[in-house]
């Protein structure tokens, strides 16, 4: 089983996405919550620290676990978590090959966009697209 973290970022009824970069393995150029994958020996907690640091250059301190799932897709069984916190810093693309673009949107926005399957997944949980 493989391990994932995501990070829900608010702030002022705006929610913050990564667009995948058109050269990424898995959805490319779909909108997703910024995170990725816990390398070995890593916590999940240092793991969605040291992800945001490395896409998009801001510091992440969690407030809790919105989600904690296991799911499996054509190639891997995933373990995965999305962490509720904040940031510190203005986040910026930092890694151009994984990440082309962060932008705040609001939530009413959010159906609109072209995003991964996953992300999409979680928003319909919290009530937030159809």
Known sequence: MKYAVAAVIQKD????LVRRSLQSRAQPG????????VDEGETPELAIAREIKEEIGVEFSIEKILIEDDFKNTDNDWHVILYGGKIVGEPQVMTEEEISE?????????????LASYTREDFKRFGWIK
Do not use: M
């Open 102 to 114: 962060v932008n705040w949107f609001d939530i009413t926005e959010l159906d609109s966009l072209d």
């Open 30 to 37: 779909k909108w997703e919550n910024p995170g990725g994958e």
């Open 13 to 16: 009824n705006k929610v913050l």
